[in-house]
Nanobody, 121 residues
Framework: HVQLVESGGGSVQAGGSLTLSCSAPGYTYTRTCMGWFRQTPGKERDWVAIYGSRGIATYRESVAGRFALSQDHAKNTLTLEMHSLKPEDTAMYYC????????????????WGQGTQVTVS
């Protein structure tokens, strides 16, 4: 059983920065179909920054230029650097990973962590 573990959330003032990390013991990071999602109460989980099936980082428009996705193969860790944070970035952030199904990332079958809360005031 694969368990993703997120860390790095917290409370910051608007304009501040946070770095989220996701480790996955037992899961082989391939820089494909991995990424960060977020969810607020009463809403569906939305993607934020992901590596697609071709390993290209894609960012939600609202975070482009402020967030940066990276992967440390040696540490088997996926990182999301978040800068210039805004109150609307407040959410529970989840790390997700799934093996590509050809050229498609089927996120409904992904492994997920427990989430880490980010609060921007």
């Amino acid at each position: 059983h694969v368990q993703l573990v997120e860390s790095g959330g917290g409370s910051v003032q608007a304009g501040g920065s946070l770095t989220l990390s996701c480790s996955a013991p037992g899961y082989t990071y391939t820089r494909t179909c991995m990424g960060w999602f977020r969810q607020t109460p009463g809403k569906e989980r939305d993607w934020v920054a992901i590596y697609g099936s071709r390993g290209i980082a894609t960012y939600r428009e609202s975070v482009a230029g402020r967030f940066a996705l990276s992967q440390d193969h040696a540490k088997n860790t996926l990182t999301l650097e978040m800068h210039s944070l805004k109150p609307e970035d407040t959410a529970m952030y989840y790390c997700g990973a799934v093996q590509p199904d050809g050229s498609v990332c089927r996120w409904t079958g992904a492994y997920w962590g427990q989430g880490t809360q980010v609060t921007v005031s």
